[in-house]
């Protein structure tokens, strides 16, 4: 891509604008606009643009808003290839962390095994709940299963059990509803050993039973019976004229059809079942039984006693259902079982890979604590799971002074972290999202958004090396907006870009513009070259008042004062005065005339100021807001003179003019409170301004021309 065209229209508070950026000779632009121009609106545009949601004005929404972001051939910009970076964004690490480092393809297999085991799992176990009549949210069939065999993980078990389930039969104890038999008080009781003599004898008394069953056996019981029974009969056994011979007491005895054998096995069921001895011994175990809680535990076992062989041993028994389950689900088991082993060498694999790719990881942090000037260092603790698990990232914190350092809570450490330290930890997020891109190849249109905001000057610095690094990278097409002037001038000189990708935003009336910045280097060499200019005249004044200071050349330093202050002789200094004052400190100026020489200073700046106000363009240079500047102090000072109406007290005034007239005011009480709140505003808004020291400008070009002329009006309007 090589240009990128703009074409909005009532997107928020952009009502129009039209730009076309050229890419092919730079990678990056910065953007200065005053607050409440542009910068959210332009960024917000384009974040909808990324999110694929439509932009609108949300305060005029009758609007037909119009989003036009395209490339050189007239192709929409797509989605992916724009990321955002707002002022602040606390929210923002919680979008990307699974993202940050894995390769996208790896962690998209990961998702998917995790996802096919995690189907096969459900599918299962929404059986063996059902089997099992653990329904509950504390225990479910997962978590007892693996209390149980005390393995770690499903698939572990699953591996562990695979040939006594593959090589097992069906078995009667799939048809036992577990929780009937193991629950809080069952359990309780079983392990208690209360009934553990009853049960033994019972046992005895049922293998004596067995041992003299014409049919039966320890290790041949009805169920065992039954099944072959339904084996033969479903494969045609007896309707191919077959028979079985059962060996008996009395000889052999040749049962020649299903339901002659099913009845002969029943018949032995309940000759064992319905023993007097038998009963009686589950009487005695009944007697044990007589807790309101345990009678449920009590009727089941009195319908279903073919359980109490088994609770001799009960934490075998425990194993035996949920072994007798599975096989009852084999084909489930063995899908599970499948896509486990399946899915497996893939999670392997993205495991591994995510462990290769931790040093960038921490190659990121590392830079960033190697830039930043904040009181900790940070490391991120559980890499592999953000990476693969899509967990928050969990940063350690360890502060550090002049005596020593030492490991802080995050939850600890957010009440104490300053605003800018909260952003410190935004901006590593950030720089996560974009080394990621760098490192996936991805051309990016970066539109950053007064990223700066609430850092130091060093921290300043720091951002803009890595913006630096950024544009220089060749994966990024950057737009840097600001209303701070200072860090656009040096995005503009640490970047080294060009003078047509330094760019003011402007109004006319609702359209907006993007024009190449005038003044690029020092604004003075080109107003001391045209002091014949009034406007250059009028605001190099400050400027050759700072001069006279520094030169200590007192009578100039007043002379001039008096044209940025009300004095005595405000009223009566000529151009030809400051013609003379501007040849005595400016040595290569000894040739300058300001015609005419006898109008007064006072009258051109009053005339200049107005000329300022009454301009429909929303931009002003530099010299046109100096110069309503200083018409604004001066017109608000001969207010305060005249209502406080002390020549004395006024004469006696140094330092700080402005201030101490604005405090005698409200002590007198002469204004009323629209007065003084416009005086305040004067006080707030001119000093630095006009005081133009080695910062320079950044204060008044901070400043949007919309308030000065406000202020002007509202200055001019005072009594």
Known sequence: MMKLTVDLKNCYGINELVHEFDFSTTRSYAIYAPNGFMKTSFSKTFNDLAKGTETKDLIFTERVSNRIIQDDTGKDIAAESIFVVEPYNADFSSEKTSLLLVNSDVKEKYDNSLKDISDKQSILFSKLKQLSGLTGRNVTPESEILKIFGNKTLGELMESLEEEIKSGNESELSSIVYVEIFNDKTVGLLESGTIKEQIEDYINKYNEL???????????????????????????????????????????????????????????RKKILTDKDLS????????????????????????????????????????????????DQKELYNQFLVAYRTNKITIEEAIEQAKSERTEWEEVVEAFNRRFTVPFKMSVSNQDDVILKGLQPSISFKFYDDDGEGDVQKDSLLTVLSQGERRALYILNILFEIETRRKQGI????????????????????????????????????????????????????????RECKLH?????????????????????????????????????????????YCGLESEFLKLTSLLHIKADTDTITLDELCSIYKKILSDKQQLTLPPPEKLVIDLINEEAE??????????????????????????????????????????????????????????????????????????????????????YEPILDLGITHLKNLYSDVKQLP
């Not at 003299?212 to 339904?230: C, E, G, P, R």
């Not at 009727?299 to 389950?325: E, T």
């Not at 921290?459 to 990024?476: M, P, R, T, V, W």
């Not at 003075?524 to 009034?534: G, Y």
């Open 210 to 268: 067995i041992s003299k069953s014409d049919v039966l056996s320890k290790h041949f019981n009805h169920y065992s019976a039954s099944t072959i029974n339904k084996q033969l009969k479903d494969n045609g056994f007896f309707e191919a004229k077959h028979t079985v011979n059962l060996r008996t007491k009395d000889g052999m005895k040749e049962i020649s059809s299903a339901d002659e054998l099913a009845e002969k096995i029943e018949d032995e």
């Open 611 to 696: 000329l300022v106000f009454q301009t429909q363009e929303e931009v002003v240079e530099l010299e046109g807001k100096i110069v309503l500047s200083i018409a604004i102090r001066l017109v608000a000072e001969r207010h305060m003179i005249r209502a406080i109406n002390n020549e004395a007290f006024t004469n006696s005034i140094t330092e700080n003019q402005t201030i101490k007239l604005l405090q005698k005011y409200k002590e007198l009480g002469v204004g009323d409170e629209l007065s003084i709140s416009t005086l305040e505003q004067v006080n707030l808004m001119t000093p630095e301004n006009i005081h133009l020291n080695s910062f320079m």
């Open 280 to 327: 009686s011994r589950f009487d005695a175990i009944d007697k044990k039984i007589q807790n309101t809680d345990l009678r449920r535990f009590r009727d089941y076992l009195f319908d279903n006693q073919k359980i109490l062989p088994h609770l001799k041993d009960f934490r075998q028994l425990q194993k035996k259902l949920w072994v007798s389950y599975l096989i």
């Open 505 to 549: 935003a402007s109004k006319i009336g609702r359209k907006l513009k993007l024009t190449q910045e005038k003044y690029q280097k020092n604004p003075f060499n080109h107003w001391k070259q045209n002091l014949t200019t009034s406007k250059f005249c009028i605001s190099a004044i400050p400027f050759v008042r700072n001069l006279a200071e």
């Open 443 to 498: 051309t990016t249109i970066l539109v950053i958004d007064d990223i700066a905001d609430s850092f130091d000057y060093k921290n300043k610095y720091a951002i803009i090396e890595y913006l630096k690094d950024i544009a220089s990278s060749g994966s990024f097409l950057c737009l840097f907006l600001t209303h701070n002037f200072d860090f656009y001038r040096c995005i503009g000189g640490r970047l080294g870009l060009k």
